[in-house]
């Protein structure tokens, strides 16, 4: 009678449900504590945006997880995209709303995955659920919180999916009423950029970044030619110490907007242009964004607009032009900010900075944005697809000779160069190996790929500005063990198996030959024994761990212990 009750309830609830994105609309908290974030939709992060907010938990796990809409729990999954335990509910207004690195489920839904788990013997599931199997009302209780995934601190991450086209739909507006935001969004600085070859800053090819105020004469800058600008800049909020992303951004230039970023929706496959909105190079060296107010030609990001000149702005008279940022959050906070660009005609400086972008081309190979390209050396190949790069650029491939490895080292680009598409590496060893399933290519982040086709290595990379070779691993991996399973009587088993060359791909565990399933969190593999289907009967069994690298590598281990 529960379960027909609310979804009856349900049902109701769909006739009366409000259009999906509409602003005036209110969800119930998904926490009964008081809201606090942590994290705003639209961050920039490497590769991606954050694609939802975070709300505090007051630094704990177990704090209770509520539905924020009427809807029913549609989908659950364990260890899928960094989000650690995820429950889903799809609501009647078109939207699903994502809860990511809870601790557990209610028991009813915990069943399910656990038993879901045991059927697909993996600690990795995702486990589909039919509208009539676990309706919800508002407020009501489906999980607690945790710091489970890619989660460096216990809190929830809320995300919101518009069901008709799979966008990612800023969750703020529907707690506006919940958060409190009185604060006027920060400015750290600001990056002049010259355009390649067609622009000066300062009197040179180079980028400059200086601090600004709302007195535009506070700040002059000399430039001539095209240039482009860039913010530093984040959002605060009361009761918080934590930084957010911006919701608007604005520029003008002597009274005209000339760019202008609205984050309130992108599409997954937009995530790895964030690295071309902000730049990412200055990034990976000082861990600061500045997002850009130019757009490149491949650059499809929807929230953002310019004008005719993609938002490069001509410096071609000798005068001051008046730059003006407006920064704004969604509580209608904001901060303005000037500078003066000073026309400070140079042309044989601009005429020396466009033969050098020439010599600099023809040194190097072109990289052409909208067509297929091709790299090829020694031992190596880069397939690089349409899409992949957002503007031409110029690489120089460098080859480092390494006596005792099985290839050269290949640096691709000088500098940081992220990639929208993954590209094809593909690299050849200098003579053939003994076990070619071995294999793999290394980049100087760690594994990079490992796929082995007819004498060449294969790998998916994202950045052509790491350095990359190929290496062999024959070592199978290892397992530390936390608890002494040798022979003791015992209700939790522990260990932390690792693999320090291709990395750890598989753990599995047997118990009398029964699977029995590990969660990891945080590189630890714990199995609850009373979560098991072993029943505790004190008597001795036998505990057999396999692990597989993303070599092959295997190594089983076998222990005894009482239960």
């Not at 509910?89 to 915990?110: A, I, K, M, W």
């Not at 520029?251 to 995530?271: A, H, I, R, T, Y």
């Not at 490069?312 to 005068?319: F, P, S």
Request: hydrophobic residues 35%.
């Amino acid at each position: 009678m529960r379960m027909d009750r609310r979804w009856l309830a349900l049902c109701a609830a769909c006739v009366l449900a409000f259009p999906a994105g509409a602003q005036e609309a209110r969800f119930h908290s998904p926490v009964d504590i008081p809201f606090l974030m942590s994290g705003s939709f639209g961050e920039p992060r490497p590769n991606h945006f954050h694609c939802g907010i975070d709300v505090k938990t007051q630094g704990v796990t177990g704090k209770r997880v509520l539905a924020v809409c009427d809807g029913y729990v549609s989908r659950l999954t364990v260890g899928y995209d960094g989000f650690g335990n995820a429950a889903y509910v799809t609501h009647p207004n078109g939207l699903v709303s994502v809860y990511c690195h809870l601790d557990r489920f209610v028991p009813e839904l915990q069943e399910r995955v656990r038993r879901q788990q045991y059927e697909e013997e993996s600690e990795r599931v995702d486990v589909a659920l039919a509208p009539g199997d676990f309706p919800v009302k508002a407020g009501e209780l489906i999980a607690y919180s945790g710091n489970t995934g890619a989660s460096l601190a216990p809190h929830l991450h809320l995300e919101l999916h518009r069901v008709s086209d799979g966008a990612l739909v800023d969750p703020l507006p529907y707690f506006r009423h919940l958060a409190k935001d009185t604060m006027n969004p920060v400015v750290h600085g600001v990056k002049l950029y010259p355009c390649p070859g067609l622009g000066l800053v300062n009197g040179t090819g180079r980028a400059t970044t200086f601090t600004v105020t709302a007195d535009a004469s506070a700040r002059v800058v000399k430039a001539w030619g095209r240039v482009g600008a860039a913010v530093w800049t984040d959002d605060r909020m009361d009761d918080t110490y934590n930084k957010f992303g911006l919701w608007r951004i604005t520029l003008k230039v002597d009274g005209c907007q000339v760019f202008q970023s609205v984050m309130d929706e992108f599409l997954p496959d937009e995530n790895p242009l964030v690295n071309f909105w902000g730049d990412y190079a200055h990034f990976r060296k000082t861990k600061h964004w500045y997002l850009k107010s130019f757009i490149d030609p491949g650059n499809s990001l929807q929230i953002l607009s310019a004008d005719e000149n993609r938002g490069w702005v001509d410096i071609n008279e000798e005068r001051d032009y008046r730059f003006e940022y407006t920064l704004e959050d969604l509580k209608g906070n904001r901060r303005v900010c000037r500078f003066t660009v000073r026309g400070v005609r140079n042309e044989a400086a601009l005429a020396e900075e466009a033969e050098r972008e020439r010599q600099r081309a023809e040194a190097g190979s072109r990289l052409v944005y909208d067509r297929p390209n091709v790299v090829q050396g020694p031992g190596m190949e880069l397939r690089i697809p349409v899409g992949a790069l957002v503007r031409d650029e110029i690489v120089n491939v460098r080859i480092e000779a390494q006596e005792e490895g099985i290839s050269n080292c290949y640096t691709l680009h000088d500098d940081f160069l992220p990639l929208a598409k993954r590209a094809a590496l593909m690299l050849a060893p200098r003579m053939p190996l003994e076990h070619p399933e071995k294999g793999y290519i290394e980049s100087s982040r760690g594994y990079a790929g490992g796929e082995y086709q007819d004498g060449w290595y294969v790998a998916r990379i994202r950045d052509l500005g790491e350095s990359y070779a190929l290496a062999v691993d024959t070592v199978a991996p290892r397992c530390k063990w936390l608890t002494a399973v040798d022979g003791r009587r015992l209700n939790v088993l522990r260990c932390s198996p690792s693999d320090e060359e291709s990395g750890l791909k598989s753990f599995k565990a047997y118990v009398d030959g029964q699977f029995v399933l590990f969660t990891s969190y945080q590189g630890v593999w714990t199995c609850r024994l009373k979560d098991t289907p072993l029943k505790p009967e004190g008597r001795c069994r036998q505990l057999v761990v396999k692990l597989t690298d993303r070599c092959g590598n295997e190594k089983t281990e076998t222990k005894e212990f009482i239960y």
